[in-house]
Nanobody, 120 residues
Framework: QVQLVESGGGLVQAGGSLRLSCAAS????????VGWFRQAPGKQRELVAA???????NYADSVKGRFTISRDNAKNTTYLQMNTLKPEDTGVYYC??????????????WGQGTQVTVSS
């Protein structure tokens, strides 16, 4: 059973930093693209950053220059370093990964989410 577990969320003042982690576990053959999404109260879930197996990256315009996505393939873990945080970055952050489990079809997996709250 493949699982994604996010960690690293919390409460931080504006201008501060947080580092989120997304750890994949289970019988995994390959992890392809991984994305971080966030959902603010009353808003739709949006893509914040994504990283391919290349590892090519892309970012939402609102976080460019402040957030950095990276991955450690040996640990099956993807990170989101968030600097110069703003109150509008507040939301639940979710990890999504395109994974090929051992002996099972390639599928899309989601973590349970981690809360990030930025106070002004």
């Amino acid at each position: 059973q493949v699982q994604l577990v996010e960690s690293g969320g919390g409460l931080v003042q504006a201008g501060g930093s947080l580092r989120l982690s997304c750890a994949a576990s289970g019988n995994i053959f390959r992890i392809n693209a991984v994305g971080w999404f966030r959902q603010a109260p009353g808003k739709q879930r949006e893509l914040v950053a994504a990283i391919g197996s290349g590892p090519n990256t892309n970012y939402a315009d609102s976080v460019k220059g402040r957030f950095t996505i990276s991955r450690d393939n040996a640990k099956n873990t993807t990170y989101l370093q968030m600097n110069t945080l703003k109150p509008e970055d507040t939301g639940v952050y979710y990890c999504n990964a395109d994974i090929e489990p051992m002996g099972r079809p390639r599928s899309d997996f989601w973590g349970q989410g981690t809360q990030v709250t930025v106070s002004s």
